[in-house]
């Protein structure tokens, strides 16, 4: 088999939860004026798959012009949580998700990479029927590309033959990083040159095609 490992991003990935993380992030940008709001949802959007603590230290050293203290962290944090966290709980899956997972859960081992912190991760997953299809469910920290790279190792998979599915770039530079095949969710990579879909409902294909190469 020519599929040995698949890895998933979360947001926009399993869940349909970018938007209320979008929507958190603005909030909370706004606090600090409408540049603020506009460069952080920007930059949200652009880094998809990095963690909320790293967007926070970027705008306050790259918009604010200083260090962000560990209490102004913690402070932001708990807003984020306190913004979105009940609609990510409730949030639609990703169409395709269920079948994807259904046919290949007990084949190829299947794990989660998420810059969403590692307990709320679990907690969300769980929560949502999902956590049982997977091997390991990782979240931040590290970043992506280590969480990825971690996972690999631990399986002892080769990354030739490990697909990694997200939905942003830096899920995409992961798996240029660590050397594993790639397959895009959404228009983002419409000329990336890496197979992508608008959903996952044309994932299952891909796999099966992976998995029957010689």
């Known amino acids: ?18 938007d209320a993380k979008t929507r958190a992030f603005a909030r909370i940008g ?9 460069r952080l949802v920007l930059f949200h959007a652009m880094h998809g798959g990095v963690s909320r603590r790293e967007k926070f230290a970027w705008l306050f050293t790259e918009v604010l012009g ?30 395709g998700v269920e079948e994807v997972l ?13 810059g969403a912190p590692h307990d709320e991760l679990h907690i969300v997953l769980k929560e949502r029927g999902l956590a049982h299809y997977f091997e390991g469910i990782f979240g931040s920290p590290p970043g992506k590309t280590a969480l990825l790279r971690n996972i690999v190792t631990a399986t002892g998979a080769d990354p030739a033959q490990t697909l990694m599915i997200g939905d942003s770039q830096t899920d995409l ?5 660590v050397g594993t095949l790639f397959y895009g969710r959404g228009e983002y990579f419409k ?24």
């Not at 706004?30 to 506009?38: K, L, N, P, S």
């Not at 962000?68 to 639609?92: G, H, N, P, S, W």
């Open 173 to 177: 530079s992961a798996a240029e990083a």
């Open 66 to 95: 200083r260090t962000i203290t560990d209490a102004e962290q913690e402070a932001l944090c708990t807003k984020f949580v306190d913004y979105c966290f009940d609609e990510i709980r409730i949030c639609k899956l990703v169409p």
């Open 1 to 18: 088999m020519a599929l040995a490992l698949i890895v998933f991003d979360c947001d926009g990935v399993l869940l349909e939860s970018v």
């Open 191 to 214: 000329s990336s040159g890496q197979p992508w879909h608008h959903d996952l409902t044309a994932l299952n294909a891909h796999l099966q095609a992976l998995a029957s190469a010689e």
């Open 102 to 114: 259904r046919t290949w859960h007990g084949r190829v081992p299947m794990y989660v990479a998420s």
């Open 30 to 38: 706004r606090d600090f004026g409408q540049e603020a709001e506009d």
